[in-house]
């Protein structure tokens, strides 16, 4: 059951929704760059122990961001895009287009990583609950061919409160 909060974000209400969770956290290492989701991921790589040279963009439902311990994560920061509008199929609305990345998605694993560089890890139910409660829709600009797509807001406190008690 879907309940639209007033700020536009949804809230995905389930009455055993605790017991299914396996969201785990832990700290890594600060890395530079100017994009911040290129710096998160890079970080992960030198955790996880693997070499990249450089960035590579995968569409979420050929590849993930990074394959390493038997798993495959998607890496996400503050204010990410869940999929660019042009692989939304013209789709409009919020449910819409989380059933088409869920259906299609490579990943196995999600991993947001904080502006302190904390890891929340999760599997694609908790993180779908995440993006239900922080995320919403967008259009993107005509020249990026204006198709709505899912967005994540800036990083809160609200947020990070959030995470903190999933993982408890």
Do not use: P
């Not at 785990?24 to 100017?34: L, S, W």
């Amino acid at each position: 059951m879907l309940d639209k909060s007033r700020a536009g974000c949804y809230n995905l209400v389930r009455k055993n929704e605790r017991e299914a969770l396996q969201m785990i956290t832990f700290a890594i290492d600060r890395v530079e760059h100017k994009n911040a989701g290129i710096a998160r991921e890079w970080a992960l790589c030198h955790y996880y122990k693997v070499e990249r040279t450089a960035h590579d963009s995968l569409a979420y439902d050929k590849g993930s961001d990074l394959d390493a311990a038997g798993k495959h994560i998607s890496v996400k920061a503050s204010a990410f895009t869940l999929m660019r509008g042009n692989l939304c199929e013209r789709l409009e609305s919020f449910d819409d287009i989380w059933n088409l990345y869920e259906s299609r998605v490579h990943s196995d694993t999600f991993d947001y990583v904080t502006a302190d560089y904390i890891v929340y890890e999760m599997n694609l139910n908790e993180f779908k609950q995440f993006v239900y409660k922080f995320a919403h829709t967008e259009r993107e600009s005509e020249k990026n061919g204006g198709q709505m797509k899912i967005r994540l807001r800036k990083e809160s406190g609200k947020m990070l409160q959030w995470l903190a008690n999933m993982a408890a």
